[in-house]
């Protein structure tokens, strides 16, 4: 059979468009990873911002010359409740530990903010637990961000 130049160039955009075709998809599914990948980034970084927020916030408070208990269980619950929120979204992007961890500070929180103050209760000494726990949380993400 001879060469047929119509053929060979039926063939050549034939062959053009599946290729063409190929890419486009290829090009799709790579934007689309991209944004999956951006979007667990700045969830992770929301939550390492909420828990700078909690941190700074705590220590602020407890600090203060008259600590007012009362404004910092509001806070705490708040704070429960922002967290609860954020890792709703990020399941699946930290590793099970580090999920573990935030969804015990989000309880510490709760119990924190609902625990009744009678004299005696050193309650100074649970925010710097809490306090602790976010400084020992933020390492863990930051850990594991930069692996």
């Not at 944004?35 to 220590?59: D, F, G, V």
Request: glycine letters at 4%; proline letters at 3%; charged letters at 30%.
């Amino acid at each position: 059979m001879e060469d047929n130049p119509f053929f060979n160039g039926l063939i050549t955009l034939a062959v053009g468009i599946v290729l063409a075709v190929f890419k486009r998809k290829y090009d799709q599914i790579s934007e689309e990873k991209e944004k999956i990948k951006l979007a667990k980034k700045e969830n992770k970084r929301k939550i390492i911002e909420r828990l700078k927020e909690i941190e700074l916030t705590l220590e602020k408070d407890i600090s203060a010359d008259h600590p007012k208990y009362k404004k910092i269980q509001n806070e705490c619950l708040i704070f429960s409740n922002q967290l609860t929120s954020s890792l709703s979204q990020i399941t699946g992007n930290l590793p099970d530990n580090v999920i573990l961890d935030l969804k015990r500070l989000s309880s510490d929180l709760i119990s924190l903010g609902n625990f009744p103050i009678y004299q005696g209760y050193n309650f100074i000494e649970d925010c710097k637990s809490i306090i602790e726990s976010v400084k020992r949380i933020i390492r863990e993400m930051d850990n594991y961000s930069n692996n």
